[in-house]
């Protein structure tokens, strides 16, 4: 077992993961925070924009016209930076490459004993791992001079595919089952929320805008506020957009329903019968695969992305 990682029970899934899940990792979430912040100051440079070029007089229109050209400039900067692209790229590469560690480690899949012995599962890893290198092979992640060595078979990984099946089991549903499912069940629930305010703002800017439209035709006043209104009500409709937040809520409750489900399979599974291996595998494999499915929506994305930009 790798030194730090105590008794085999209580090894955790940071010791078990490969240098390149941390490299696709680290990217994805620089990706994300750069996509995120410069969509939401671009969206609030537009509403500023809007707010100071509805009002009257000539000294509004200068803050108005740095506001559009800082919008400009961002615009500009993500569409060359294309952080959201390192973001879904990033994500798409390291849960790959968590998946054939978890794989390996729990003997999972094709991963199981004996007739397939540990010299087929290892060439069994570095071959699916190629096909991972080969898909991201010349993105921003994954360099053209990234080499296997990066995702090597850690001895975390060795150590814990050597134990039980009740030690592999132990594991494998604290630090990957539950883990999981615990962060699509937050997950799920933090963007039901944000998509259900988002909704309300849909409902109330523009009921707010009819307001402001009936009393401005009544000479309640003069500034023109349905210009902002629109800004504001077209940003929250652009960053709902953005975040997905009604997809991701159904996606996650669905993939964490499947794992909780699956929890139970494993958690009622006899280690001691003839076949517990085998089923063990099946089991593990369907675990994993309802994980993918997130994943391998980020890889559509990923290539939905690249497909939009080369077309411009």
């Known amino acids: 077992m790798a030194s730090g990682t105590g008794r085999t029970g209580w090894v955790r899934e940071r ?15 620089q ?25 009257d007089g000539e000294p509004w229109a200068w803050p108005a016209a740095v506001a559009y050209l800082g919008a400009i400039a961002l615009s500009v900067v993500i569409s060359r930076q294309n952080p959201q692209g390192l973001w879904y790229e990033g994500r798409a590469a390291a849960e790959s490459v968590k998946t054939l560690a978890w ?15 540990l010299p087929d599962a290892e060439g069994l890893y570095r071959f699916q791992l190629g096909r991972v290198l080969g898909a991201f092979r010349g993105s921003r992640v994954i360099g053209p001079d990234t080499g296997v060595e990066l995702a090597e078979i850690t001895e975390a990984m060795r150590g814990l595919r050597e134990q039980p099946l ?3 089991r132990e594991v494998y549903l604290r630090e990957r089952i539950q883990v999981q499912h615990d962060w699509y069940r937050s997950k799920s629930r933090h963007c039901a929320r944000a998509g259900h305010w988002a909704g309300v703002l849909g409902v109330v800017l523009p009921a707010l805008g009819l307001v402001l439209a009936v009393l401005r035709a009544l000479g309640a006043f003069t500034y023109d506020a ?21 997809p991701l809520a159904a996606a996650y409750g669905l993939a964490a329903d499947e794992l909780e489900l699956i929890r139970r399979q494993l958690t009622r599974l006899d280690v001691e019968s003839a076949d517990a291996e085998e089923i063990w595998a099946r089991l593990a494999r369907d675990a994993e695969d ?19 930009d080369r077309d411009h």
């Open 226 to 246: 349905l210009g902002t209104v629109s800004a504001v009500a077209a940003s929250v409709t652009a960053w709902a957009q953005l975040r997905q937040y009604r």
């Open 31 to 55: 990706g994300q925070n750069r996509a995120v912040i410069l969509s939401a100051w671009e969206l609030i440079l537009l509403v500023v924009a809007a707010a100071t070029g509805s009002a």
């Open 15 to 29: 010791d078990l993961m490969p240098e390149l899940f941390w490299t696709a990792d680290s990217a994805s979430l």
């Open 290 to 308: 309802a994980v993918s499915r997130e994943h391998t929506t980020w890889q559509a994305r990923r290539e939905i992305r690249t497909t939009t």
């Open 166 to 168: 009740a030690v592999r």
């Open 103 to 117: 794989k390996f480690a729990v003997r999972a899949d094709a991963y199981q004993p004996p007739p397939r012995t």
